[in-house]
């Protein structure tokens, strides 16, 4: 996977991000979700769960990328090595060993997710939870209530500045459920999100 494809990820989760912005109550694109999610798997945790205002970071990082202005940053290399080994991993699941038939539960979604993170991380030279640091940036120990950095990023959690989709939301003392909570405000408690869940794309 390339940094083009990488933008074009970012690009569709900003057109999506922005349909919910628009018509909140309007039912969710599911041709285009499935799309993202399966050129893309568990590129729809940063549709709910990343601040307007850091997906849009992102894509301004990968057009200077995909110009050639600058160099990839670690996180657009973590994604991409994330995506590609996801697809894999997921065809590999469906097709189960060869002449043998999958048992059922045999490596789950949320294995296979912990799988591909530790290759990811041997790829890349770091630590497993600064690998999910990188990939997830909303998870425990990752970004603080505020200021804290995302690979140079300001991600406020927490900080309720405002009620649009892009507002950060959480509150402090929530312990590991809290901090998994979606950044955008009411983000996993919308239809939308319902939507996904029902998809079976929430689950890394």
Do not use: I, N
Not at 47 to 76: I, S, T
Not at 84 to 97: I, Q, W
Not at 188 to 204: N, W
């Amino acid at each position: 996977m390339e940094a083009r494809a990488l933008l074009e990820k970012y690009v569709e989760l900003l057109a999506l991000r922005r349909v919910r912005r628009d018509a909140p109550e309007a039912p969710p694109p599911l041709p285009r979700l499935r799309a993202l999610a399966a050129r893309f798997p568990g590129a729809l945790r940063e549709l709910e769960r990343l601040p307007m205002d850091l997906l849009e970071e992102r894509a301004r990082e990968l057009e200077g990328v995909v110009a050639g202005l600058v160099e990839e940053p670690r996180w657009a290399r973590a994604q991409r090595l994330y995506h590609a080994g996801l697809t894999r991993a997921l065809a590999a699941r469906a097709a189960g060993p060869q002449g043998r038939t999958r048992e059922p539960g045999s490596m789950s979604r949320p294995g296979l997710t912990a799988r591909v993170v530790e290759v990811v991380a041997l790829e890349l030279g770091v630590t497993s939870a600064r690998c999910r640091s990188l990939l997830f940036p909303w998870t425990p120990g990752s970004s603080g209530r505020r200021g804290a950095q995302v690979e140079g990023l300001d991600v406020v959690e927490g900080a309720a500045a405002g009620a649009g989709a892009g507002a950060a939301a959480g509150a402090a003392g929530a312990g590991a459920a809290g901090a998994g909570a979606a950044l955008s405000a009411g983000a996993l408690a919308s239809p939308f999100a319902a939507s996904l869940a029902a998809l079976g794309l929430l689950d890394e």
